[in-house]
């Protein structure tokens, strides 16, 4: 059965930086879009970043610029390269794919495989 594990979460300072990991088993994990989502307190869960299996990579608006999302196939590793980082960014980081090969939405429901979250704090 398909597995991601996300690492490199913690607890940072506003302006920091962080970058995630997001290691998948039992995956054939070039064939397929990954993308990150978020949750935070008290909100729903939200799709922020997506890179296709040619690498073609869209970001919601308010990580652009800040976020960058990346792959490695030789090592089954997406990453989210986080700079920037303000308290509203506090959330569980979750990695996840629809099985599809292009980067389809957001629309959580289609995504058949999560990882089990990462958490990222950002305060003073």
């Known amino acids: 059965q398909a597995r991601l594990v996300e690492s490199g979460g913690g607890l940072v300072q506003p302006g920091g930086s962080l970058r995630l990991s997001c290691e998948a088993s039992?995956?054939?994990?070039?064939?397929?879009?990954m993308s990150w989502f978020r949750q935070a307190p008290g909100k729903e869960r939200e799709g922020i970043a997506c890179?296709?299996?040619?690498?073609?990579?869209d970001y919601v608006d308010s990580v652009k610029g800040r976020f960058t999302i990346s792959r490695d196939n030789a090592k089954n590793t997406m990453y989210l390269q986080m700079h920037s980082l303000q308290p509203d960014d506090t959330a569980v980081y979750y990695c996840?794919?629809?099985?599809?090969?292009?980067?389809?939405?957001?629309?959580?429901?289609?995504?058949?495989?999560w990882g089990q979250g990462t958490q990222v704090t950002v305060s003073s």
């Open positions: 890179i296709s299996m040619t690498g073609t990579v």
């Open positions: 996840a794919t629809d099985l599809l090969d292009y980067c389809s939405g957001y629309g959580s429901t289609g995504y058949d495989v």
């Open positions: 039992d995956l054939i994990f070039e064939y397929y879009a």
